[in-house]
C-alpha cells in the first residue's frame, strides 16, 4: 500500500499570516508548500498581460488549463519565486491590484476546477502544507489537520502596511483597511468554494499572536495527531 502523504491546510482570509506560517511550518518539517493564491494571481496577471477580462470566463479556463508557470526557492532568498511564460514576476504578484484580480478570476468556476490537479499534484511524501482558501475544503478535503487562521481587518490592514512599507513602497492605511475589507466580502461571498472554516476546522486567531505562537499550536496540535 502507498504510504499516504500528510497534509496540513491553512485557510483563512488575505492577511491573517498564512503565507508566513505555512513557510515557517514547511520549513521546520522539511514539507513541501504550495501558496495556491500565487496560482490564482499568475492566473490573474497572465490575464492582465494577455487584455483578456477579468470576467471572461471561456477565455480564463482555457489560460488555467495553459498556464506556463514555474516556481523556485533558491537558497537565501525569501520564499518561492514565480515565473510566468518564463518571466520573474513574483514582486508583480504581491500587489493589491492583482490580488484583488486574483480574487475576480477566483469567482470562475471552471478556473478553479483547472487548477485543481495542478494543486493536488503539490502533495507528495514527506508531507505538504498548503495555503489558501479552500484548502481543507475542497482541494485537500481529506486532510487530517485543517486550520482556520483569521485576525481582525484592522490587525491586518496593518501588517500589510508594515510590509509595504518595509519592501520600500508606500502604503495608506484607511485604503488598505477597505482594501481587504472587500476582499473578504468578495472571497467569502462567491457561491463557488466561498472562503469559509471546514466543518473540522481549527480556528485559530492570530490577532494577538506572533508568527511563532501560531506555528508552535499548530505543531503541537499536528503532534498531538501523530502527524509527526
Ligand atoms: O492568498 P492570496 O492573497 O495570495 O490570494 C489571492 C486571491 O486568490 C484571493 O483573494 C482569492 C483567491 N484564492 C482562492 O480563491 N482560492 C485559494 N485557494 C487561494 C486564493
Known amino acids: 500500500m502507498t504510504k499516504s502523504v500528510p497534509i496540513i491546510t491553512v485557510d483563512g482570509p488575505g492577511g491573517a499570516g498564512k503565507g508566513a506560517v505555512c513557510k515557517q511550518i514547511a520549513e521546520t518539517l522539511s514539507w513541501h508548500l504550495l501558496d495556491s493564491g500565487m496560482l490564482y494571481r499568475l492566473l490573474a496577471l497572465s490575464a492582465i498581460n494577455h487584455h483578456v ?27 518561492i519565486r514565480a515565473f510566468l511564460e518564463g518571466d520573474d514576476v513574483t514582486a508583480e504578484l504581491r500587489s493589491e491590484d492583482v490580488g484583488m484580480a486574483a480574487s475576480k478570476v477566483a469567482v470562475i468556476a471552471s478556473a478553479r476546477l483547472a487548477l485543481l490537479a495542478r494543486q493536488r499534484a503539490f502533495a507528495e511524501l514527506p508531507g505538504l502544507v498548503a495555503d489558501g482558501r479552500d484548502m481543507g475544503t475542497v482541494v485537500f478535503k481529506h486532510a487530517p489537520l485543517k486550520i482556520y487562521l483569521t485576525a481582525s481587518v484592522a490587525e491586518r490592514a496593518k501588517r500589510r502596511y508594515k510590509q509595504l512599507l518595509e519592501n520600500g513602497q508606500s502604503g495608506n492605511l484607511a485604503r488598505l483597511t477597505e482594501a481587504i475589507g ?39 496540535e499536528a503532534k498531538s495527531r501523530l502527524l509527526i
Not at 191 to 216: F, G, K, R, Y
Open 53 to 79: 477580462a477579468l470576467d471572461n470566463e471561456a477565455a480564463i479556463e482555457v489560460m488555467a488549463s495553459a498556464l506556463d508557470v514555474q516556481f523556485a526557492s533558491a537558497a537565501g532568498q525569501k520564499g
Open 182 to 220: 472587500a476582499r473578504d466580502r468578495a472571497d467569502m461571498g462567491r457561491s463557488v468554494s466561498p472562503l469559509c472554516p471546514a466543518e473540522d476546522a481549527l480556528i485559530v486567531d492570530s490577532t494577538a499572536l506572533s508568527i511563532d505562537q501560531v506555528c508552535e499550536t499548530i505543531i503541537s
